[in-house]
């Protein structure tokens, strides 16, 4: 069975500063999807960006982009020039895109924005 | 334009009562999954949907929990003779198809059930 890990409970960071989200992941598939969601205090899970295992190119959205190590298994979120609005839950998460299992999720990290 | 709907948003019941939960996808999504979030952890996957069709029950916490989704739309939780651990918040999502990258999950506002 597929496993993600987020290791950081909780991260802070100054505001306008730069951040960044560990996650590590086990599979034993080649292609696979990877994606990191944001959950603010509103509860409704929000995706902030997504990678297909087969492209090495980093995905990048705005101030959010990813560093992508398929071979470490690792992919991390960096959220750069943070903002008040980026303090929430981020969720690290792995599907195999075949349905049934739907996705896979960390326990999730705490981002806090100190203003 | 409506995003995942659930309801309701928060339901405070009694241990040994039955609870349903009702999640309304996007329209025209045919992939549609539940999933528990209990306090300070991640999210449980216990059910997904293909129109109706529900392929696989295992992740479903106990026989007291059963889901069924109608008309390729609505679905709903059930939660049967509640006990104290069932306390948590259920989420629902829908996709248009099956997870993938083209496919992401939309996710509703969650349900959170508290049982006394």
């Known amino acids: 069975a597929q496993t993600v890990t987020q290791s950081q409970p909780e991260m802070s960071v100054q505001e306008a500063e730069t951040v960044t989200l560990s996650c590590t992941y086990d599979?034993?598939?080649?292609?696979?999807?990877l994606f990191w969601y944001k959950q603010p205090p509103s509860r409704q899970m929000i995706l902030v960006i997504r990678?297909?295992?087969?492209?090495?190119q980093n995905a990048t959205e705005n101030r959010f982009s990813v560093n992508f190590q398929k071979a470490a298994k690792s992919f991390s979120l960096k959220i750069s020039d943070s903002q008040l609005g980026d303090a929430a839950m981020y969720f690290c998460?792995?599907?195999?895109?075949?349905?049934?299992?739907?996705?896979?999720f960390g326990k999730g990290t705490h981002l806090i924005i100190q203003p | 334009g409506a995003g995942v709907s659930q309801s309701p948003s928060n339901k405070v019941t009694e241990k040994g009562k039955d609870v349903e939960l009702r999640c309304d996808p996007i329209?025209?999504?045919?992939?549609l999954y539940w999933y528990r979030q209990s306090l300070g952890q991640g999210l449980e996957f216990l059910i997904y949907?293909?129109?109706?069709?529900?392929?696989?029950k295992s992740g479903l916490p106990s026989d007291r929990f059963s889901a069924e989704r109608t008309g390729g739309s609505v679905s709903t939780l059930t939660i049967q003779r509640t006990q104290q651990e069932d306390s948590a918040v259920y989420l629902c999502?829908?996709?248009?198809?099956?997870?993938?990258?083209?496919?992401?999950?939309?996710f509703g506002n969650g349900t959170r059930l508290t049982v006394t």
């Open positions: 949907f293909q129109g109706n069709s529900a392929p696989d």
């Open positions: 599979t034993s598939e080649s292609d696979y999807y």
């Open positions: 329209s025209g999504h045919t992939a």
């Open positions: 998460a792995y599907s195999s895109g075949g349905g049934a299992d739907g996705l896979t």
């Open positions: 990678q297909e295992a087969y492209k090495q």
């Open positions: 999502a829908s996709s248009f198809t099956y997870t993938g990258y083209n496919s992401p999950l939309h």
